[in-house]
């Protein structure tokens, strides 16, 4: 069982930054692949971001590519998502999920909100 839990969610004006962090109890971390995903309300939840646990590659949904950058500290078994250039669309729920080595997402945080004023 892999417990998420994720921080640093808040309030920010447009063209802010923020970084979300999510800490991962799994014993065996680096064998994750870890993501990010948002939720806006009335809206599918989009996929964000995600690196892997082969070889810490990262990929970015088409939202995220160019602004937030997704990086994992395996020796603390937490994963960052650092945001920049932020839009009101960015609005949303964000949540930390974990898929052990290359198999579907099975762990998922409680979410924290980020809020983009215009």
């Known amino acids: 069982q892999v417990q998420l839990v994720e921080s640093g969610g808040g309030l920010v004006q447009a063209g802010g930054s923020l970084r979300l962090s999510c800490a991962a109890s799994a014993r065996t971390f680096s064998t994750y692949t870890m993501g990010w995903f948002r939720q806006a309300p009335g809206k599918e939840r989009e996929f964000v971001a995600a690196?892997?646990?082969?070889?810490?590659?990262?990929y970015y949904g088409n939202s995220a590519e160019g602004r937030f950058a997704i990086s994992r500290d395996n020796a603390k078994n937490t994963v960052a998502l650092q945001m920049n250039s932020l839009k009101p669309e960015d609005t949303a729920i964000y949540y930390c999920?974990?898929?052990?080595?290359?198999?579907?997402?099975?762990?998922w945080g409680q979410g924290t909100q980020v809020t983009v004023s215009s």
């Open positions: 999920a974990a898929a052990l080595l290359d198999r579907e997402y099975g762990y």
């Open positions: 690196i892997s646990w082969r070889g810490g590659s990262a």
